[in-house]
């Protein structure tokens, strides 16, 4: 055996992914003139790293299997940088990483190597430094302080799929309880859970798994339809300070639809994401009564993007329409009434700013929407006036009892008809009159305004 095949040897029983052939032995030496190879590694990762984008983050423990291929020529000893020539081939490592990490691998070989001796001798070693360096000591360069920050959502996804690729590798070869029904059995007939805490782990067999959720499904127990064996917290939405935040917690299920599709069957999937939208709506229209409202088309229900926002539309049979008359949408400038009236508590919580601190009016916002209640404080302020106004000494204004619209006398008698409804009732004492005979009120003894008709009157004054 030559000193190449024996170095082979040993280099194979430490790398077994290893691939290699020489091309041209020249007659007078024992090492060929030209080496390829290529190997197979995987970037160890000595603790977990953080993959970042936006707001979205992860925990990686596993990445996925890199290639190095290389070519030795060996007449150009002891120059290791066209004595070795090295690619890297990764689907997330990038063009300057690659060239950064070849650079770094070859200056530690001319470093550490002793370049005065054979190339026979030295073989063996500067295979051993490359592959080293590439498996055990390029993850703090690729991933500082245990961070990866992607510059796209693909990169994200990316490093996603190698996560749940490198944790179906992990399953397979593993052991695992059934948190249902307590049997253990290796990875490949277990299902990991999408539990909303990252840092734990829960599984079913694939049996249990389709069972429990049919069987929630079909009992309509959507808020079961999660991992049996988390702690559930119904969600708060009175503690939201965005109505945004509250709808992506509220219309996101704890158990993804796409993980459900894998378990159960695609009818018994549908019929949960319509019930599990159905019962978020339902709860959201009653928490914020300017958020939710069924299509008057499809009795689908609608739910607004902008709580501020009259014009709604319906994301299943895309009829555009106005939230408050539920009519085909008219413009924003054709008014058409309010659907709800805030009440007066409210309405005076929002305003007092000596009372109600920053953190409740952002919750109201989230509630009620930011526009309406500025146009109800508006309104409140306005009729707040106008009462101050009627009760001004000498006013000639008065409310209708019925209607509550501002009536103005400017002449006649106390006998006042609304020009909106058409209620008659008394200028004095706002009680409502008789139609048959509104003067009755005037002639009675009883009555306090008794004799008072043309009181006020212009020409009355004694």
């Known amino acids: ?70 070519t030795i020529y060996s007449c150009h000893y002891p120059d290791i940088r066209r004595c070795v020539v090295m690619d890297i081939k990764s689907l997330w490592i990038s063009t300057d990483e690659k060239k950064m990490l070849i650079d770094k691998a070859l200056r530690l070989v001319e470093e550490t190597v002793d370049m005065s001796i054979e190339f026979a001798d030295s073989f063996t070693s500067i295979l051993i430094l490359i592959f080293g360096f590439l498996i055990d000591d390029t993850a703090i360069l690729l991933f500082p302080n245990g961070i990866r920050k992607c510059l796209t959502q693909d990169q994200y996804d990316l490093f996603k799929q190698i996560g749940e690729e490198a944790t179906l590798q992990k399953m397979s070869r593993s052991n695992y309880h059934c948190c249902i029904c307590m049997e253990m059995e290796k990875g490949v007939r277990m299902i990991k859970l999408p539990c909303e805490n990252a840092n734990v782990e829960h599984y079913l067999c694939r049996g249990c798994a389709k069972s429990y959720f049919t069987a929630m499904i079909q009992e309509n127990r959507i808020s079961s339809v999660r991992c049996p064996q988390c702690e559930y917290k119904e969600l708060k939405l009175e503690d939201f300070k965005s109505y945004k935040k509250m709808l992506k917690a509220l219309f996101t299920p704890l158990i993804p639809v796409s993980f459900l599709k894998e378990v159960i069957d695609t009818e018994l999937c549908e019929r949960y994401e319509k019930m599990f939208y159905n019962q978020a709506a339902t709860r959201l229209s009653k928490y914020c009564p300017y958020a939710c409202v069924t299509c ?18 319906c994301q299943k049979c895309h009829f555009v329409f106005c939230f408050d008359c539920l009519h085909a949408w008219h413009g924003y400038n054709n008014k058409c009434g309010k659907k709800v009236s805030l009440s007066t508590d409210i309405i005076e919580e929002y305003l007092d700013d000596t009372v109600t601190s920053y953190e409740r009016k952002r919750k109201l916002e989230a509630k009620y929407g930011r526009r309406v209640l500025e146009l109800e404080v508006n309104d409140y302020l306005a009729e707040k006036m106008l009462d101050l106004a009627i009760k001004k000494e000498g006013s000639n204004l008065q409310r209708c009892p019925k209607c509550k619209v501002v009536v103005e006398r400017s002449e006649g008698c106390n006998k006042m008809k609304c020009e909106v409804c058409g209620m008659l009732f008394c200028f004095i004492c706002g009680v409502l009159l008789y139609p048959e005979d509104p003067y009755e009120h005037f002639r009675e003894a009883y009555s306090g305004c008794y004799g008072r008709l043309f009181e006020g009157m212009p020409g009355t004054e004694t």
């Open 1 to 70: 055996m030559t000193q190449f095949e024996n170095d082979l040897e040993i280099l194979r029983d430490m790398y077994p992914e290893l691939e290699m052939k020489s091309v041209k032995v020249e007659e007078e030496g024992e090492f060929p003139q030209r080496i390829n190879g290529k190997l197979l590694f995987k970037i160890s990762l000595l603790a977990d790293v953080n993959i970042e984008f936006d707001e979205q983050h992860m925990l990686l423990s596993n990445l996925s299997n890199e290639c190095v291929e290389f």
């Open 296 to 313: 008057r088309r499809c009795d689908s229900w609608c739910t607004k993007e902008d709580l501020d926002d009259a014009m709604i539309q």
